[in-house]
């Protein structure tokens, strides 16, 4: 989570700015844990589910993706 919210400082955030989730669906409690750190810099979250994800959640920020244990 802590490489996550150093992106996010880094972003150049625009209008056109967005994060996508890719959230395990066998593990949707860490959503709880990610939307609060994301929700300080944008609002535009996109949040998709697929069963059996090696981790608890991708997240996209622009070109990087990383994952959450």
Do not use: C
């Not at 949040?47 to 622009?62: C, F, N, P, W």
Request: hydrophobic share 45%; no cysteine; net charge positive.
């Amino acid at each position: 989570m802590e490489q996550v919210e150093k992106e996010l400082k880094l972003v150049k955030w625009t209008n056109e700015s967005f994060i996508e989730i890719l959230m395990n669906s066998n593990n949707k409690e860490r959503l709880n844990e990610i939307l609060p750190i994301i929700r300080r810099y944008t609002s535009a979250i996109v949040v998709h589910y697929k069963m059996d994800l090696e981790s608890a959640a991708r997240v996209s920020i622009g070109t990087k993706v990383f994952a959450v244990a």
